[in-house]
């Protein structure tokens, strides 16, 4: 918590993710050190409610005063509006998933249709012969779930790049090779997302692979796996990078797991509001993207990502 | 011989309400000492601080010559005071049993031994002449029933001082009489009985000694041989009361009421038919459980009848909500006052008000408080109805002056018929006595009036006709010449005439 | 009413507070942004107060906030309905939920509590399935439609600030529920219900009648309300629109003086009520208070509130009446 | 009880038709998870039972799930206590939770509804504020406790089928239950005063300290159930852990018989009425039925047990009303 009044000579930012998870736990470190090093002052919110917490959320910095905000939007298309209130009264950037239509300085971080085009190529790798993949997620409806499954199935049914489809969530893909099953939801539900895992392995014995696209999706399907024991016969890959899914990799019972760098979101945005604050526009490229790649993380290299996770974490 | 209790200048003050102003009172050993008083005198208030239910403010209490502090209910069962209370309040999911030796159940370590429960209690059951079994659960007993429950449950104490609040206010003669015989064994065992009824018969037929309460204060006392009735009403309200109503009998109008082969949800193979005119007062008599509730119940829609005819003035009515009897010109004052009557956290205005709402609303839809303040006014006038303003909230008003209340509500209403259950149950002399002669303006204005009771006394004293009921059966008819109470009890418990020789 | 004094004088003491603490607390967009958000939960709040007068409760707000969101998404996004006819639907909708549940309360005499509790899991389950999980949003079609949301109006008087459009919605539903509750007939006969629903009916008051339409009004209010979140965010996530917002509207109804019990409330101390948690929860986030502690400074001051209801309301010797005359 | 024969009809059927639908229904794997959740919240309904039973309510259960299980992690993870002295702590938290709601509720005379309303904020805040809303997870160390919450005991007789340890947890608690209701005279006058608090306390029974000890058996409840939660998912998360379970512990309650009028209910139609909550969900999944309908399913069944249930109170009311046989 930051005390107000005093401190005010330094210029405060705010980041705002669109759930409450993890991911936005190491994102807010990001942001944080960012500020220390950068000297502005970080307000980091997260709703629980999505888009309608958002709404509020970003009005309420609005009133408090902040010189500038980063923004994840939960449902871009619909909040055309509230981005435009942002965008007139401070200086708005979008991160993690963006908003090209709305009035946004710059985007920082990577699709998540992409992300989701590098997990259907693992899971590709982890079952090389074909074989049925069953989703979960926290909530199915929010974009970036919508976008990294999206584009999973794409990659997974070879639809050319560039094609995007809209398959609906609980509905069975059939490909050449891989089926989709579907999507178990849980609401951010813990003990109901193990559940789900559980049924979907008593339903499907015979199911290739599982996939989170929450972070706290992986931990749990390997956990089920784990007391199922059918390590081995059921591949696992997931977003992010918690520590139970590291350590899952590690082990090797987990294929590999998509990372998209939450820290860096955090402090790319932080970074460049902060020279935007002081004037500074040259932070802005003229693509208006700031990339912060996604990339795979498997049982090669996850030590080293490991040291380096905790070294910024710390 | 010392006394067994003796408690010396109490004081108990409620907001608002002084219940006892420097009381004191002694019983001897086996002594049966009746406490008298008009409503909110202050004999509740006084036994449940014997009992321990509250404390006094000031005030010392000896019992057996020891000072006590009677802190609880368990204090007060310790020494051996149990107290029979006023208000039934029964557990109705635990069976007769299990209320009888509630608190006080026989254990074996923490487990309870229900046989042994069940036996004890069955006997006490058996030894009050309650015909029904210890296992019954308490919510299919009748309000008598569970009457005799409360009864049990004092007496499983084995108390020495036996404490009785209006224990024969729901029971019928009968009922009556088998607690007065085991009232009489008890005091050869030796107890010490305090016994609070309005109904001054009983009083003098089983008090050694009367003390009477007046607003709060002792009102002075009757050794056995002064007491009369007469006199005890001059300790209760301070004046005599006139006579009883003029015996002349009014020339019946023509018919209003006609209720032809109605049947009950309660007695659904029995059928209930009869007649009442214009100016009439007809009393509705019978032991507990014998239907009367029930008729007036159905007539008015409470709990619609399952089959029959019943015409008012002239109007078919099967009322299946009492919005339609309203309409046809029925009202009914209900048996339990303060759960149906009344609604005792509003104002006397508003719950007089609150049956001419429609009628008198501006535009058919908005509330006129003009017109409620001067019906209340009126009727407040009219029916002297004790309040210190109309927004005197209708809970702190003595049992009569509700009764009144409920009444007002009514009258405003001008019913054709008047169904009243038990109208003067737990009410004073005093106010008793104003309540009849309330029914019997309205009926000399032309008004039809049914009242179910369980009191013999005020049937004969105030019925142009009397109807007996028996296990949902009209059992008979007696015209105001051939009521006694001897015929009633006959008709009432369904044997004949040959039967009693 | 002495009820709502405390009540008041908190949500001013908490206002001058804030202001202090941060002087945007009024400037115009604050203002206009807190007093929209009131309106908004407001509106649940009163229709919450009618069942909650009767004794009831109802726990299906927040799903159907939800449910009539997402059908107003789906019929005009999906299935390219007109306007005025998916307002007609979901309102209707909505009151028809309401009939069901006075219905079911009334005639099986099922309990509040059990048939609001299934109607939370059914119209939530109902709305997702409806959707298949997705989001739902209005885009930039529907902007002539959300200034019912989220308009502001100029008046001359008011200097920079302007009237958001909800808070005259609120005024008018306000003021309708207040003369209702308060001047009719109805009103009246509600309160009798709410006190004694036996005795109401010994009066010859159809309370069954009544029961069914303040749940009726309840499901209506927060359809009515369910329609204004939805345009206002633009966006309905049916997993999640209105989680818990039946909490906050019974929660505002207790702080404005409702008894659960029944037979006990207005409508002006439900909007207070209202008014104070969001304001709560406005400065807890423009003084930079933690957020997370929100929910506990809610509770909190709920909580508050209503020991000090009591322990008024036991001096002024009100409950000793009630204990002095049981009934039943 | 013959109450609890409706119910238990349902739940074969539904066993049998799920069994038929997909045979995996009665693999091990598929038996044990689901015994292992049916313990898990059962143990959470016969919590609150005893509150039910009284005729309150508990709407904080699934915050102190939430509190308990944040707690939990955090001393044994952040804190680095040792595992004796954190459970011991968090169960001892959770008896102080249920201690103060009772005292709130029989000293200050608060209504229930009111008092754990306010508990689901607070400690919801409270285990948000603790962790700054972050995860927390036991990872790997603390395999040893968590075989309380996933444990299988190998039985010889039992085939294939190994015996959850949540099982052999819950059946201990809920014998306990069982006995402390049905066979003491405690249990007895819990009863009692469900239905009539005056009469118990005119019997000299002390209400108060009854209505106390049956609060601070369900925050227990809950606080174990925490615990188990926390473990058999390995990770917490403040805001979700537990949400609305208080919910899923009050359905089975009602499915089993309990009435929030109170003073009627049991211990084993509460793990019935969870075991039925849990088979649908369960049967919802491995059929294949959309998971958006498990709410619109669960929610019916719930209405529907209530309706059959009232219907047959009725219909054995009308009877016994028939075969009276007035006494006079
Ligand atoms: N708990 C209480 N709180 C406030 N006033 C009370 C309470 N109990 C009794 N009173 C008041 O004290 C007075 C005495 O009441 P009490 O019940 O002792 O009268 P009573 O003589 O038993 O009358 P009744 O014949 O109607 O039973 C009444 O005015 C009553 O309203
Ligand atoms: N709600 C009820 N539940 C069960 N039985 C009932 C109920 N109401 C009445 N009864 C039964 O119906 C019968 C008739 O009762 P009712 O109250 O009509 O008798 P009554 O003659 O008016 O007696 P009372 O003198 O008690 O008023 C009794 O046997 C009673 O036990
Ligand atoms: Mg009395
Ligand atoms: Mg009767």
């Given amino acids: 918590p930051s005390s107000d009044g005093g401190s005010g000579k330094k210029p405060r930012v705010a980041y705002i993710g669109n759930a409450i998870a993890p991911f936005w736990t190491i994102a807010e470190k990001g942001a944080r050190k960012a500020g220390a090093e950068y000297g502005v002052e970080v307000e980091v919110r997260m709703p629980q409610d999505g888009a309608t917490d958002q709404k509020r959320m970003v009005e309420e910095l609005l009133t408090r005063g902040v010189s500038g905000i980063a923004f994840s939007p939960a449902d871009p298309k619909n909040q055309l509006d509230l981005m435009k209130t942002m965008a007139k009264q401070t200086h708005l950037i979008t ?220 | 011989m010392s006394d067994l209790l003796s408690a010396q200048n109490l004081f108990k003050q409620f907001p608002g309400v002084r219940a006892l102003d420097n009381v004191s009172l002694t019983v001897a050993h086996q002594e049966l000492v009746a406490v008298i008083g008009e409503n909110g005198a202050g004999k509740s208030t006084l036994m449940k601080i014997l009992a321990g239910l509250q404390s006094p403010d000031r005030g010392q209490i000896h019992f057996e010559g020891q000072a006590v502090v009677l802190s609880g209910v368990q204090a007060a069962q310790s020494l051996g005071i149990a107290l029979i209370h006023q208000e039934l309040v029964l557990a109705d999911n635990l069976d007769a049993a299990g209320n009888i030796f509630l608190g006080r159940e026989p254990r074996r370590g923490i487990f309870i031994q229900r046989e042994v429960m069940r036996e004890k209690a069955q006997r006490l059951l058996d030894q009050l002449g309650a015909g029904f079994a210890a296992t019954t659960p308490v919510s299919e007993l009748s309000l008598g029933q569970r009457q005799m429950v ?115 949800q309660a007695f659904p193979a029995h059928e209930v038919s009869f007649q009442i005119c214009r100016g009439e007062m007809v009393g509705l008599a019978g032991l507990v459980g014998a239907g009367r509730t029930e008729v007036l119940r159905a007539l008015f829609g409470v709990e619609p009848p399952l089959a029959g005819e019943v015409q008012v003035a002239g109007k078919a009515l099967l009322a299946r909500h009492p919005e339609e009897a309203l309409a046809a010109g029925l009202a009914l004052v209900p048996e339990d006052r303060k759960a149906l009557g009344v609604f005792l956290e509003e104002s006397v205005q508003w719950n007089v008000a609150l049956t001419t709402l429609k009628r008198d609303a501006k535009g058919g839809v908005l509330v006129n408080e003009k017109a409620g303040a001067a019906l209340t006014e009126e009727l407040g006038r009219q029916l002297r109805i004790k309040a210190a303003s109309p927004d005197t909230l209708v809970g702190t008003l003595s049992g009569g002056n509700q009764q009144k209340v409920v009444l007002g509500k009514w009258l405003a209403l001008a019913p054709k018929v008047l169904l009243l259950d038990e109208p003067t149950r737990g009410i004073d002399v005093g106010a008793k006595a104003e309540i009849y002669q309330l029914m019997e303006k309205l009926a000399a204005e032309g008004m039809a009036v049914l009242f179910a009771s369980s009191e013999l006394e005020e049937v004969l004293a105030i019925s142009d006709r009397v109807l007996v009921m028996h296990e949902g059966r009209l059992s008979g008819e007696l015209s105001r010449a051939e009521a006694t109470e001897e015929r009633i009890m006959e008709l009432a418990t369904g044997l004949s005439r040959s039967d009693l020789g | ?303 508050l509130s209503a020991i000090t209801d009591e322990v008024i309301r036991r001096n002024r010797g009100r409950r000793q009446l009630k204990t002095a005359t049981p009934t039943g």
Avoid at chain 2, 150 to 176: N, Q, V, Y
Avoid at chain 3, 29 to 35: F, G, Q, S, V
Avoid at chain 3, 52 to 79: P, Y
């Fill in chain 1, 95 to 314: 991160q993690d998933s963006d908003a090209p239509e709305s009035p946004r300085l710059c985007f920082v971080g990577m699709d998540n249709y992409q992300a989701g085009r590098l997990c259907g190529k693992l899971i590709k790798e982890a079952m090389p012969d074909g074989g049925s993949v069953m989703f979960f997620v926290g909530r199915a409806g929010q974009l970036n779930a919508k976008e990294r499954r999206q584009g999973c199935v794409d990659e997974l049914l070879g639809r050319p790049e560039g094609e995007r489809h809209d398959d609906p969530p609980d509905a069975e893909v059939k490909g050449e090779k891989y089926t989709v099953l579907g999507t178990r939801t849980d609401e951010v539900d813990f003990a109901k997302a193990k559940s789900n895992v559980q049924d979907t392995i008593t339903r499907h014995p015979e199911i290739g692979c599982l996939v989170g696209l929450f972070s706290y999706n992986t931990p749990k399907i390997y956990e089920a796996v784990k007391e199922a024991g059918k390590f081995g016969k059921v591949k696992i890959v997931g977003f992010d990078e918690e520590d139970d899914t590291l350590r899952g990799i590690q082990e090797g019972n987990i294929y590999a797991t998509v990372v998209q760098n939450p820290y860096q979101y955090g402090h790319e945005s932080v970074r460049i509001l902060a020279a935007l604050a002081k004037g500074d526009k040259s932070v802005i490229p003229a693509s208006k993207f700031v990339e912060v790649p996604a990339k795979a993380v498997k049982k090669g290299d996850v030590d080293a990502f490991w040291a380096e996770l905790k070294k910024l974490v710390q």
């Fill in chain 2, 150 to 264: 409360e009864i049990a449950k004092a007496l499983s104490l084995d108390a020495k001082l036996l404490i009785m609040d209006e224990p024969t206010s729901s029971l019928s003669m009968r009922e009556t009489e088998n607690l007065f015989r085991v009232i009489a064994g008890l005091r050869k065992a030796g107890l010490s009985i305090l016994y609070i009824s309005h109904r001054l018969g009983e009083v003098k037929h089983l008090a050694d000694r009367v003390v009477a309460l007046r607003d709060g204060r002792n009102a002075g006392g009757l050794s056995r041989e002064e007491i009369t009735h007469d006199a005890m009403v001059r300790l209760m309200v301070g004046r005599d009361l006139s006579g009883a109503r003029p015996v002349e009998a009014r020339p019946p109008g023509e018919v209003v009421l006609e209720v032809k082969s109605l049947r009950t």
């Fill in chain 3, 1 to 303: 009413m002495k009820k709502n004094l405390g009540i008041s004088l908190l949500l001013l003491l908490v206002c001058v507070a804030t202001a202090l603490g941060n002087p945007n607390f009024l400037i115009p967009y604050n203002a206009e942004n807190l007093l929209n958000w009131v309106s908004l939960y407001a509106i649940i709040g009163v229709g919450v107060s009618f069942v909650i007068i009767t004794g009831g409760i109802d726990l299906s707000i927040g799903s159907v906030v939800g449910l009539v969101g997402t059908m107003l998404a789906w019929l005009l996004t999906k299935k390219g309905w007109s306007v005025p006819a998916a307002l007609l639907v979901t309102v209707i909708l909505s009151a028809v939920i309401g009939l069901v549940h006075g219905l079911l309360i009334t005639k099986v005499r099922l309990q509040p509590f059990v048939v609001t509790l299934c109607g939370l899991l059914i119209y939530r389950g109902v709305a997702r399935w409806l959707v298949h999980d997705g989001t739902l949003g209005f885009g930039t079609a529907y902007d002539g439609l959300r200034w019912f949301s989220n308009g502001r109006i100029d008046l001359p008087f008011l200097g920079d600030y302007r009237l958001p459009v909800p808070l005259v919605i609120l005024t008018v539903l306000a003021g309708l529920a207040a003369v209702f509750l308060n001047k009719t007939v109805w009103g009246r006969h509600l309160f009798a219900l709410g006190r004694s629903e036996e005795a109401a009916r010994y009066s010859g008051i159809r309370t069954d009648r009544l029961v069914i339409v303040s749940y009726v009004l309840c499901s209506t209010f927060a359809g009515i309300g369910g329609i204004l979140f939805a345009l206002d965010v633009n966006t309905v996530q049916p997993a999640s629109q209105g989680n818990f917002y039946e909490l906050y509207a019974i929660a505002a109804a207790v702080l404005g003086g409702c008894s659960l019990r029944g037979g006990e409330g207005g409508i002006l101390g439900v909007i207070i009520g209202t008014a104070l948690i969001r304001i709560l929860i406005n400065s807890i986030n423009i003084l930079g208070i933690a957020t997370q502690l929100e929910f506990v400074i809610l509770g909190v001051v709920i909580l």
